[in-house]
């Protein structure tokens, strides 16, 4: 069942730690103080903004972690971040009693819903809370993971000046101006809360005054059912649950009333245009798209007329500005294809990576995440490529470089190179070319137990759908991997490397 949230968030929410601006380590190594690290590792629970704002009103920085990750995976992500306080839940009690070793150094450890050795409950903590707001509020944020260049997760830390806990931003300004946002708003969320644009838009919506519905998991006719029982009049989703809706049978699709839906919004991935057709047909020209990054550093949006007049497009820039640049850095002119950067946005860095920090810029200091398109004559913003082989599937993002790094290290296996190739469903899957020791293992038997074995030590998403074998993978004399060289096999015929 959809957890249904109350109105903006109550200010009588306790604080996941108590913080005074004035303590220290030394006279309390317990307390914490703003800028310390708050980690979550929950499935869509009911107490997940609850944990948010009280870290957002205590000055506090918020992780949220991706619960379908192994021990290990958040392991690396608490540790990265330097949680001090982590809160997981007793759905998730099997991979958190794997965990509790591995994060010895973590201050507080909470389960929600019980308690498992390591975990202190969290319900009896907050009722230990006193109910009124702390005295020095002051704003706290989101650091969350996006992929980085060496396989490992990296976190993305926006760079801000201490703030007031209600200062607008510009989130805030697009969702009111452009999405007709307000107290009256109920916003139904089908995707996980560990994601940017989930995450962000809810936290909003309450903020407004609004509702949010929020599902457990996405299902499509339950996602049409709860429309009109609830009146839904804004929503988000990715291009994956078009297809899913769209799929369905008529009779089964068309059964549920939509009209109270004012404003659909999509992302994460673009949209193959003959779905989006499809849903504009269906639904009514209230679907927007936008394109951005979990960094923030700008953001393109378009509406459904203007999608219709510049198909395939993901807008025109509302924050920062678009610049196409070819590989020497300087700005192409409309239809030419380079990397897109955005100038005059916000400012960012990856947590204890400079060197991709400095990676994501150029000499004029414009930021870019590395994907690849045109801007037309009329200022609209097309992807024709993903961003360093980044796979995108479903509208989670994928980064092969982990299981590279896993599938070399398997004693069969000599050479090999993962990246996406498409799906009709998910737009991307995963896929794993080999070069085995002795090619005359090369088969079935082969292929089975190496997807066990990615499956062994890496979480479900990030392995490897099928895999194809080579005799050898095309590597320059230094070693380097003409990737593209393979992948491109799977894309012929098409005129984007983007579904």
């Known amino acids: 069942m959809p957890a249904s949230i109350p109105t903006s968030p109550p200010t009588s929410w306790p604080q996941p730690a108590r913080r005074s601006a004035t303590a220290s380590s030394t006279t309390n190594p317990t307390a914490s103080r703003t800028r310390d690290h708050v980690a979550l590792f929950l499935e869509n629970n009911p107490r997940f903004f609850e944990i948010c704002w009280g870290a957002q009103r205590a000055g506090l920085i918020y992780t949220a972690i991706s619960s379908r990750l192994t021990a290990p995976e958040v392991e690396y992500i608490v540790k990265d971040c330097g949680a001090r306080l982590f ?14 070793p591995l994060i010895p150094d973590v201050a507080h450890r909470f389960m929600i819903g019980g308690t498992i050795p390591g975990y202190r409950s969290w319900e009896e903590a907050v009722a230990a809370q006193p109910a009124t707001p702390i005295a020095d509020e002051t704003a706290g944020h989101d650091m969350l993971y996006s992929s980085g260049t060496t396989g490992r997760p990296k976190g993305v830390l926006p760079v801000v000046e201490p703030q007031p806990i209600d200062a607008d931003n510009p989130l805030l300004q697009i969702t009111r101006k452009l999405y007709g946002m307000d107290e009256r708003t109920i916003y139904l969320s089908p995707a996980p809360l560990y994601h940017a644009a989930p995450l962000r838009f809810n936290m909003t919506v309450m903020k407004l005054g609004g509702t949010s519905v929020i599902m457990e998991a996405f299902d499509t006719e339950e996602f049409l059912r709860l429309v009109p029982e609830h009146r839904i009049s804004h929503t988000q989703l990715v291009p994956t649950m078009f297809v899913r809706f769209l799929k369905l049978p008529d009779e089964v699709r068309l059964r549920y009333d939509v009209s109270s839906l004012r404003c659909a919004i999509h992302a994460a991935a673009p949209c ?16 927007w798209e936008y394109y951005g990054g979990t960094e923030g550093n700008g953001l393109t949006m378009c509406n459904a007329t203007e999608w219709l007049a510049h198909k395939g497009t993901v807008g025109r820039a509302v924050v920062g500005q678009l610049r196409i640049c070819d590989d020497a850095g300087d700005e192409l002119p409309p239809g030419e294809p380079g990397t897109v950067y955005f100038a005059g946005g916000r400012a960012f860095e990856y947590h204890n990576d400079p060197r991709k920090t400095a990676e994501s810029r150029n000499a004029q200091g414009w930021t870019t995440l590395g994907d690849v398109g045109y801007v037309d004559p009329d200022g609209f913003l097309h992807l024709t490529d993903r961003k360093a082989f980044m796979i995108i599937s479903g509208g989670v993002n994928i980064y092969p470089q982990e299981a590279e790094n896993l599938l070399i290290n398997h004693p069969k296996v000599m050479d090999c190179a993962v990246f996406g190739v498409p799906n009709e469903e998910f737009g991307e899957e995963v896929k794993a070319v080999v070069q085995p020791r002795d090619m005359s293992d090369a088969g079935p038997q082969l292929a089975e137990e190496l997807l066990a074995y990615c499956r062994q030590n890496l979480s479900t998403l990030k392995c490897p759908r099928t895999i194809d074998f080579e005799a050898e993978l095309p590597r320059h004399p230094t070693g380097k991997l003409y990737k593209r060289l393979l992948r491109d096999r799977y894309w012929q015929g098409r005129t984007s490397k983007i579904m």
């Open 272 to 287: 193959p245009i003959p779905v989006k057709e499809k849903m504009i047909d269906w639904w009514g020209p209230i679907i």
């Open 87 to 100: 809160v997981t839940s007793t759905y998730l009690a099997e991979k958190a009693a794997e965990l509790a």
